[in-house]
């Protein structure tokens, strides 16, 4: 549908089929959301969009595609996501890279890596 998003037939729904780069730091960015939504067009027509989130590791900027996808699509990834908008990764994928783990550790997330998740009472 997209010429420049995949549809993945999974809960994430797209990738794109480009390197999304930090402009800042020239740095691979990650995945960090999808979020499905229904924007209106002025004639009334909903169009079906997967919203997604890359974050840069080493300067924390935020990106979002809103990618405009077939009602089938939409429909399928909803149904994975067990009727949930929004999915986020795994944070255990979030942590592999060092940088993602201090920067959510700084935020007042979890400890950096799985095995040491606590929950802060301070
Ligand atoms: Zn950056």
Redesign the pocket.
């Known amino acids: 549908m997209h010429e420049k998003w995949d549809y993945t037939g999974d809960s994430v729904g797209h990738r794109p089929r480009f390197n999304i780069v930090?402009?800042?730091?020239?740095?691979p960015?990650a995945m960090r959301s999808s979020r499905l939504r229904r924007i209106m067009r002025k004639d009334g027509e909903f169009i079906p969009t997967n919203c997604i989130g890359y974050k840069?590791?080493?300067?924390?900027?935020v990106r979002r595609w809103n990618v405009a996808i077939r009602p089938s699509e939409f429909d399928s990834i909803l149904a994975q996501r067990g009727g949930n908008d929004v999915y986020y990764p795994p944070i255990e994928e979030w942590t592999e890279d060092d940088r993602i783990a201090q920067q959510l550790e700084a935020l007042g997330y979890f400890g950096g890596r799985r095995d040491d998740f606590v929950i802060r009472e301070d």
């Open positions: 930090c402009p800042y730091c020239n740095e960015m840069c590791p080493t300067c924390a900027v």
